[in-house]
T-cell receptor, first 117, second 111 residues
Framework: GAVVSQHPSWVICKSGTSVKIECRSLDFQATTMFWYRQFPKQSLMLMAT?????????EQGVEKDKFLINHASLTLSTLTVTSAHPEDSSFYICSAALPGQGAREQFFGPGTRLTVL | SQKIEQNSEALNIQEGKTATLTCNYTNYSPAYLQWYRQDPGRGPVFLLLIRENEKEKRKERLKVTFDTTLKQSLFHITASQPADSATYLC??????????FGDGTTLTVKP
């Protein structure tokens, strides 16, 4: 089956630092990847859609300069939380879609728990 | 405004019974509806997708129905087992290339 990995699985950082999270599709090429954040006992909130070789499409209310997304290859997308603050602490999850499938069947990574002190 | 509601935050049932979870939506016209399973601290896992022109879909002990008139999907797990305990999320795909998720229902199956 399609496997997506995320690294790191958890990270603790000081306020004001930047954190990079990697999302990799291990056994398939993903032209589209999605980035979500999830607060405790809440659902996944889509932050942005990342397409290989082009700029990410951000959802309303998500600061593109704060959450930098790069999708440089068909198997790797990165999310960089710049100048992180405690309110950015959350569970960040990426997903990848098979080519041509849009969001119909997403393969999710295991998530990254970010804690900003 | 657009809304996706999953019946209850938590559902407790006895092992062997059928669990039924509900997903209702308003002000959406989904082309597809998906169900995912999420375990604590993990990413969701895709279970089933049903298209707007399909009434029912089955996969092993899972059954999903989709009623576009009622704007509702039902997700059934038959012969439930404690290992089925998890949070189940429904998601709508309006063909805009992205999905919108409900808040989930946490199912606990007691032995």
């Amino acid at each position: 089956g399609a496997v997506v990995s995320q690294h790191p699985s958890w990270v603790i950082c000081k306020s004001g630092t930047s954190v990079k999270i990697e999302c990799r599709s291990l056994d398939f090429q993903a032209t589209t990847m999605f980035w979500y954040r999830q607060f405790p006992k809440q659902s996944l909130m889509l932050m942005a859609t990342s397409n290989e070789g082009s700029k990410a499409t951000y959802e309303q209310g998500v600061e593109k300069d704060k959450f930098l997304i790069n999708h440089a290859s068909l198997t790797l997308s990165t999310l960089t939380v710049t100048s992180a603050h405690p309110e950015d602490s959350s569970f960040y999850i990426c997903s990848a879609a098979l080519p041509g499938q849009g969001a119909r069947e997403q393969f999710f990574g295991p998530g990254t728990r970010l804690t900003v002190l | 405004s657009q809304k996706i509601e999953q019946n209850s935050e938590a559902l407790n049932i006895q092992e062997g019974k059928t669990a039924t979870l509900t997903c209702n939506y308003t002000n959406y016209s989904p082309a597809y509806l998906q169900w995912y399973r999420q375990d604590p601290g993990r990413g969701p896992v895709f279970l089933l997708l049903i298209r707007e022109n399909e009434k029912e879909k089955r996969k092993e002990r899972l059954k999903v129905t989709f009623d576009t008139t009622l704007k509702q999907s039902l997700f059934h797990i038959t012969a439930s087992q404690p290992a089925d305990s998890a949070t189940y999320l429904c998601a709508l795909d309006t063909n805009a290339g992205k999905s919108t998720f409900g808040d989930g229902t946490t199912l606990t199956v007691k032995p």
